[in-house]
């Protein structure tokens, strides 16, 4: 199983702490996203945002990294600040 954890807006926006996905199907970031834009449309929205962050285990990643059996997903919109 991959964790997948949500964090702020994101949280609210998709009204969904963290879920648990089974790795079988799973390589990278991508097929993590793949995934849950399935879920439905709010999911298709709110996870197509180009500027979302994402780290594996507290590493920030792109989209083309590697997952596996374990790890922890997070997804977080960019952060700001002055």
């Known amino acids: 199983m991959i964790k997948v954890v ?16 089974d790795s079988a199907d799973i390589a990278t970031i991508a097929d ?26 507290h590493d ?3 989209s083309n990294h590697s997952v596996k059996a374990g790890d922890e997903v997070a997804f977080f919109p960019p952060v700001t600040g002055g």
Not at 6 to 21: G, H, I, K, T, V
Not at 32 to 56: P, T
């Open 6 to 21: 949500f964090f702020a807006a994101l949280r609210e926006q998709l009204n969904c702490d963290e879920l648990s996905l």
């Open 32 to 57: 993590v996203k793949q995934q849950l834009v399935a879920k439905g449309e709010l999911w298709q929205q709110v996870l197509n945002n180009g500027s979302l962050l994402c780290a594996v285990n």
């Open 60 to 62: 920030m990643v792109d």
